[in-house]
Each structure stands twice: as structure tokens, then as C-alpha cells.
């Protein structure tokens, strides 16, 4: 029994421990990634059951060649840089009144983190309520101010910018977040020795807090900008795509071609068009980052 139990030590019995979870992970990630990456070069067709042919680059002719792709692309691009770069200023400003000590920060940070712990569906339909042109309380106020009310997601040049907003409200606590961590790991020694010295209030962000906050704003502002760019749920449950499809994200296409007209292999292709335009923004983001770091270094 202990020649037995020994031959299962060591490395035998660190590669059976991780055995399973490395099985789980071909199963749910790696297997349905290469037979989703087969389907977008094949034809799926359900009569006389499911069958697949091998169709080479043809559902890739046809993405480059859809307006509705391209349309899905520049709503999807267009929120992700508009939505994350407010998030950012916003979360940093608050970040940086907030360690003022401002009276009743602990409450503040508080309320400012409860939008990040409610579900993009309950956040999407709050703001449906608040958006309505009718009833809502957005458009009830307006008047009272002295300006128009709006059709926030029925109007194609405003439409998007209300998801905009409703993703700003939702998730610039997580920038709040990150930020915050990045700021409490500054030495505090340092910000006092460079007030000895003299700095102003200006001259201390720019020259020691913002620098040394540039590792947790690249991950912050990197894993905002891949999420958003699978923004789905709070836009189904706002507006559908609509109006027509003037706020339908990359997301939302691939659902709607694969999943509700059961086109699959061309579902499939929209979804590794994402894929790839999220790898290489995240690689240019990346390499910009890293250039600025060198060029502030010299």
C-alpha cells in the first residue's frame, strides 16, 4: 500500500490533481473556441439533421463585404472610446477628491460603488424607464430647465450617446476602484518629501501621482475597453439595436445572424471579427502604453 501511494507523490500527483480541471477547461473553452473558428469557414445546413461543409473564405467575403458589419463596428468602437474615456477623467477625478479627505468620503465611496454591484439587464431596464419620452423623469425635467426633451432611444443621432451615458453611470465606479488601489500603493513619504520641496497641487499629479498611476489606469482603461467591446445586454434591453440598427453592437449582430436567423457559420465569423478587433486594439493599446513609459523614461 505505501509503494503504491508513493508512486502517486510528487509530480504524478500534482499532474492527476490538475487533470480534471485541465479536462474542464478543453471542454468549455478550447474545444467550442476551435469548432466555432471551424464553423466560420464552413456552411451549416439542418436538413436531413445538422451537417456541415467546408466553405473556405466565404463567410469572410461576405463580412467585408456587409454594411451592417461595418455599422456594428463603428456603434461598437464609438461607444467603447467615448465611454471608457469619460469613465477614466471621471473616475480619476473623483479618485483624487475623494483622498482629499472630504467630508463624508467613506459614505461617497460607498454610494458611488452600488451601480457596479447591479446586473446590466436591472441597470438597462432603470434606464428605459428614465429614458422614456412620455413618463420618464429625464424628459420631465428638461422642460423645467428650459430645454427640448428628447427621444433618447428613438432619435439615431442621440441613441447611442444614451447608452454612453448609461455605461459611464454604470461602471465608472470600477475605474474609482482601480484607480483608488493604485493611489493608496503610493508612498505617502514621497508626496510629503515633494510638498517640502515646494510642489504645487498641479505639480504633484503631474509629475509623481499620474506617473505612478500609469500601471493601474493601463489595466483599468484595458479590461473596461475589452468588456465594452462586448456590449450586448444593456442595449438589447434599451433599444434592440434600434432604432433600425443604429445602436446594434458587434455583440448584438452575431446574436442576431446566428442565433435568430440560425445563421451559424456566419455567426461565427462576426464573433471572431470581434475577437480580432478586441486582440488588436488591446496590442496597439499595448505597445502605445509602453512606448510613452520608454519616451518618459528618457
Excluded: C
Amino acid at each position: 500500500m505505501i509503494n503504491i501511494w508513493s508512486s502517486f507523490t510528487g509530480k504524478k500527483a500534482g499532474r492527476a490533481f490538475v487533470l480534471p480541471a485541465v479536462i474542464i477547461l478543453l471542454l468549455l473553452t478550447i474545444f467550442p473556441f476551435l469548432f466555432s473558428l471551424f464553423l466560420s469557414f464552413g456552411k451549416v445546413s439542418f436538413l436531413g439533421g445538422l451537417q456541415i461543409h467546408f466553405a473556405g473564405l466565404r463567410n469572410w467575403l461576405r463580412l467585408f463585404n456587409d454594411e451592417r458589419f461595418y455599422n456594428a463596428l463603428s456603434n461598437t468602437v464609438l461607444i467603447a472610446v467615448i465611454a471608457v474615456a469619460m469613465e477614466y477623467v471621471l473616475g480619476l477625478g473623483l479618485v483624487l477628491l475623494l483622498n482629499r479627505g472630504v467630508k463624508g468620503s467613506t459614505f461617497f465611496r460607498v454610494l458611488f460603488f452600488l451601480p457596479m454591484m447591479l446586473t446590466p439587464i436591472a441597470v438597462g431596464y432603470m434606464w428605459r424607464m428614465m429614458f422614456n419620452p412620455t413618463r420618464g423623469p429625464i424628459n420631465h425635467v428638461l422642460p423645467l430647465l428650459g430645454l427640448p426633451a428628447a427621444g433618447w432611444l428613438t432619435e439615431p443621432k442621440i441613441v447611442l450617446y444614451s447608452i454612453i451615458l448609461t455605461d459611464i453611470w454604470q461602471w465608472t465606479p470600477f475605474m474609482i476602484l482601480i484607480l483608488f488601489a493604485g493611489l493608496q500603493s503610493i508612498p505617502p513619504a514621497l508626496l510629503e518629501a515633494a510638498k517640502v520641496d515646494g510642489a504645487s497641487g498641479w505639480r504633484l499629479f503631474r509629475e509623481i501621482i499620474f506617473p505612478l498611476l500609469i500601471p493601474a489606469s493601463v489595466a483599468a482603461i484595458l479590461l473596461r475597453s475589452i468588456e465594452v467591446l462586448k456590449i450586448v445586454d444593456k442595449i438589447y434591453i434599451l433599444t434592440g439595436g434600434g432604432p433600425g440598427i443604429y445602436s446594434e453592437s458587434m455583440t448584438l449582430f452575431g446574436y442576431n445572424l446566428g442565433l435568430r436567423a440560425f445563421d451559424l457559420a456566419y455567426g461565427a465569423t462576426i464573433a471572431f471579427s470581434l475577437f480580432a478587433t478586441v486582440l488588436v486594439i488591446s496590442i496597439i493599446f499595448l505597445l502605445m502604453t509602453r512606448r510613452s513609459q520608454e519616451i518618459s523614461l528618457e
